[in-house]
């Protein structure tokens, strides 16, 4: 165990050193370095599962201590891991990045054969939020006009009110009779309804217009 773990740390340091060439080559070899890191943590990573297992071999008295080791193997394994897909990360970015460079300086406006007007191609996502933009207006517009409607509609209601009152007080002075009374209060009640009915169609209205032009 003692020549695997130590076989095991120098195999670290040697992967550290790695590293170091890699960053200072410039790009030169770098594909052929990055896979020998690569499999030299291969190599670790499977030593130290060897590690694990060989613990419960050693005396109840040193497997602590070993255990401390070979976690300490695990943690620098782990940062040599992080600091590969950092690297890897990098590269992929740098890659994608002059591609998209490239692609931007190869790119070609293209003109029309009458006027020679050059054709400018909106990006999308422009597009997409004037869309929205519209979209919004638009909502806003159709609120404000429903709130004048029900606006309307409370001004109808109260106007309906101050006429029940006033004939009311018709009725009272004129000595109407009960039944009299009983049909203009009927009335009223029906009157009420439709305004009611006036209003729930209308939020219903209004409600699907939000629901499917959202």
Same mark, same amino acid.
């Given at each position: ?5 130590h ?7 040697e $992967?550290?050193?790695?590293?170091e ?7 030169? #070899?770098? #594909? ?15 030593n130290?599962?060897?590690? #694990?297992?060989?613990v419960?071999?050693?005396p ?7 255990? $401390?080791?070979?976690d300490?193997?695990?943690?620098d ?5 992080a !600091? ?7 590269q ?6 002059? !591609? ?14 009458? +006027? ?6 909106? #990006? ?7 869309a ?23 001004d109808?209601?109260d106007?309906?009110?101050? !006429?029940?009152?006033?004939?009311? +007080?018709?009725?009272? $002075?004129?000595?109407?009779s ?12 029906e ?5 009611l ?6 939020l ?11």
């Amino acid at each position: 165990m003692e020549a695997l773990y130590h076989q095991t740390n120098i195999l670290i340091q040697e $992967t550290q050193a790695c590293f170091e060439r890699l960053n200072k080559s410039g790009g030169v #070899d770098a #594909d052929a370095l990055e896979k020998e890191i690569q499999q030299r943590i291969n190599t670790v990573t499977s030593n130290c599962e060897r590690l #694990d297992i060989s613990v419960y071999k050693e005396p109840v008295s040193r497997r602590q201590s070993v255990k $401390t080791k070979i976690d300490q193997l695990k943690y620098d394994n782990h940062h040599l891991q992080a !600091a590969l897909r950092m690297y890897q990360h990098r590269q992929n970015q740098a890659r994608r990045e002059e !591609a998209e460079r490239e692609e931007l300086l190869s790119r070609r406006f293209t003109h029309n054969s009458a +006027d020679a007007e050059t054709v400018i191609f909106i #990006d999308h996502s422009i597009q997409h939020q004037s869309a929205l933009n519209n979209a919004n207006r638009g909502m806003d517009d159709m609120l404000r006009s429903g709130a004048g409607i029900l606006e309307s509609l409370r001004d109808q209601r109260d106007t309906i009110k101050n !006429a029940k009152r006033r004939l009311i +007080d018709i009725a009272n $002075t004129l000595g109407l009779s009960n039944t009299t009374m009983r049909l203009i209060e009927k009335r009223a009640r029906e009157d009420k309804f439709v305004l009611l009915g006036g209003i729930f169609v209308t939020l219903f209205v209004i409600l699907l217009v939000i629901i499917y032009l959202v």
